[in-house]
């Protein structure tokens, strides 16, 4: 579809500016709740601002920026004052703590989901079994829970388990329990041929379901490729969930199967997209082909490669009508909601100090109703800041995150 190498190949009229916006969406929201999840595991909920020095690569907050003007900047979720020594301290707003809760058991409703996708993930792979740490790279994207690797894994017996490796004991994997027919059924199957998982068995076989596409209005070269874009549809190619080990690396079979195993790992997703490294780390348990950024490239219709930041993402182009997802679940829903309550217009506040006594018993500040257990949250390192961020973080007046992504469109606009 296209004879692009590289992402940074590409021309002008190939970039998707919606689908570099949604790139952008998520930036300072993720550190937010990074910073979330570190104040969720203290005992009271409240840590010494200078503790936090510790987790800036967690959070991405490269100096010189200060920890406490990143904080001072979401009053809406976080507070700080000092004590009757002068050390600054971090908390939740009760806001912010409700809104973890809610994420909870937002989390728990979609679990039973989560562990559909999950299943259905090791049944396309070639062993049946996947190492956990891999499956850890998606735990944000699939909705999993906090408690994925301590807890989460062992919750279906029937469905899966957790084993540990032969030749390596100290690798872990998650392994197949049981195949069930049912759910070898693609989401493009259920879409186009309106079939569901409570049928009957399914066994998976050739399919010949066209994938939906979706450029670009200026991109006019579709108009060149539409004869091999048409062979390409209309080329039959073997289910996901079928077996693919006699398939011959770099033959348009083998291609083909490689997007429908792209298209389907990126429809479990909560968001439809993910990074481009993580699905990387799979091309020998899916069978998928050493070059898969440039098959991602060439199949320009279907997916779209975003280059922003350090990492790159891969969107499902037909789940997105312009920056937004066109079918939001409640954790999408849930994140736009922390996403409205970041930044504010205005002088900073003075940080008032409390004594030692009321004020660090003052519920109305730091007391929550969720229980302090010893979660154990999983870090990963994000993205490097970008200008966009940098108008957020700076220690002048600050901007709202919707400005922020009208910004990044007038700069494409000009």
Same mark, same amino acid.
């Given at each position: 579809?296209?004879?692009?190498?590289?992402?940074?190949?590409?021309?002008?009229?190939?970039?998707?500016?919606?689908?570099?916006?949604?790139?952008?969406?998520?930036?300072?929201?993720?550190?937010?709740?990074?910073?979330?999840?570190?104040?969720?595991?203290?005992?009271?909920?409240?840590?010494?601002?200078?503790?936090?020095?510790?987790?800036?690569?967690?959070?991405?907050?490269?100096?010189?920026?200060?920890?406490?003007?990143?904080?001072?900047?979401?009053?809406?979720?976080?507070?700080?004052?000092?004590?009757?020594?002068?050390?600054?301290?971090?908390?939740?707003?009760?806001?912010?703590?409700?809104?973890?809760?809610?994420?909870?058991?937002?989390?728990?409703?979609?679990?039973?989901?989560?562990?559909?996708?999950?299943?259905?993930? $090791?049944?396309?792979?070639?062993? /049946?079994? @996947?190492?956990? +740490?891999?499956?850890? *790279? %998606? #735990? !944000?994207?699939?909705?999993?829970?906090?408690?994925?690797?301590?807890?989460?894994?062992?919750?279906?017996?029937?469905?899966?388990?957790?084993?540990?490796?032969?030749?390596?004991?100290?690798?872990?994997?998650?392994?197949?329990?049981?195949?069930?027919?049912?759910?070898?059924?693609?989401?493009?199957?259920?879409?186009?041929?309106?079939?569901?998982?409570?049928?009957?068995?399914?066994?998976?076989?050739?399919?010949?379901?066209?994938?939906?596409?979706?450029?670009?209005?200026?991109?006019?070269?579709?108009?060149?490729?539409?004869?091999?874009?048409?062979?390409?549809?209309?080329?039959?190619?073997?289910?996901?969930?079928?077996?693919?080990?006699?398939?011959?690396?770099?033959?348009?079979?083998?291609?083909?199967?490689?997007?429908?195993?792209?298209?389907?790992? $990126?429809?479990?997703?909560?968001? /439809?997209? @993910?990074?481009? +490294?993580?699905?990387? *780390? %799979? #091309? !020998?348990?899916?069978?998928?082909?050493?070059?898969?950024?440039?098959?991602?490239?060439?199949?320009?219709?279907?997916?779209?490669?975003?280059?922003?930041?350090?990492?790159?993402?891969?969107?499902?182009?037909?789940?997105?009508?312009?920056?937004?997802?066109?079918?939001?679940?409640?954790?999408?829903?849930?994140?736009?909601?922390?996403?409205?309550?970041?930044?504010?217009?205005?002088?900073?506040?003075?940080?008032?100090?409390?004594?030692?006594?009321?004020?660090?018993?003052?519920?109305?500040?730091?007391?929550?109703?969720?229980?302090?257990?010893?979660?154990?949250?999983?870090?990963?390192?994000?993205?490097?800041?970008?200008?966009?961020?940098?108008?957020?973080?700076?220690?002048?007046?600050?901007?709202?995150?919707?400005?922020?992504?009208?910004?990044?469109?007038?700069?494409?606009?000009?």
């Amino acid at each position: 579809m296209t004879s692009s190498k590289r992402v940074q190949d590409r021309s002008k009229n190939k970039r998707v500016r919606g689908l570099e916006i949604a790139t952008e969406k998520w930036k300072i929201f993720t550190k937010v709740k990074i910073l979330m999840d570190i104040l969720k595991q203290e005992p009271e909920m409240v840590i010494p601002v200078r503790s936090l020095n510790e987790y800036r690569r967690q959070i991405n907050l490269p100096k010189p920026h200060k920890i406490s003007d990143f904080i001072r900047k979401t009053p809406k979720l976080f507070e700080v004052y000092k004590d009757q020594n002068g050390v600054l301290w971090c908390g939740m707003t009760k806001v912010a703590e409700d809104l973890l809760e809610e994420e909870e058991r937002l989390l728990d409703e979609h679990s039973d989901k989560a562990a559909g996708n999950v299943t259905r993930f $090791l049944m396309m792979s070639v062993d /049946k079994r @996947l190492p956990l +740490d891999k499956i850890a *790279h %998606f #735990r !944000r994207d699939f909705g999993l829970s906090l408690d994925f690797r301590a807890e989460w894994v062992h919750r279906y017996p029937q469905l899966f388990k957790v084993i540990k490796s032969k030749t390596e004991p100290e690798v872990e994997y998650l392994e197949l329990a049981n195949w069930n027919p049912k759910w070898a059924i693609t989401e493009l199957e259920k879409k186009v041929l309106g079939l569901s998982e409570g049928g009957g068995d399914h066994t998976p076989g050739m399919l010949s379901l066209p994938f939906p596409l979706k450029f670009p209005p200026e991109y006019k070269k579709v108009y060149r490729y539409g004869g091999k874009i048409e062979h390409f549809q209309k080329r039959a190619y073997l289910s996901p969930y079928a077996d693919a080990r006699e398939l011959k690396a770099g033959s348009l079979e083998f291609d083909k199967r490689a997007v429908a195993v792209m298209h389907e790992l $990126l429809s479990f997703t909560i968001e /439809k997209k @993910l990074v481009t +490294d993580h699905l990387t *780390h %799979f #091309r !020998r348990e899916l069978v998928m082909p050493q070059k898969l950024m440039r098959l991602l490239l060439k199949h320009f219709g279907i997916f779209y490669v975003s280059e922003r930041g350090k990492r790159f993402s891969v969107f499902l182009t037909e789940a997105y009508e312009g920056s937004e997802l066109i079918e939001k679940g409640p954790l999408v829903l849930w994140k736009e909601k922390v996403q409205s309550l970041i930044g504010y217009r205005g002088r900073k506040k003075k940080i008032e100090t409390f004594s030692d006594q009321s004020d660090m018993e003052d519920e109305d500040l730091f007391a929550s109703d969720s229980e302090n257990g010893s979660i154990s949250t999983q870090f990963e390192q994000e993205e490097t800041m970008g200008d966009l961020e940098d108008a957020l973080l700076s220690d002048d007046d600050e901007m709202e995150v919707g400005e922020v992504c009208s910004g990044y469109k007038d700069a494409n606009t000009t």
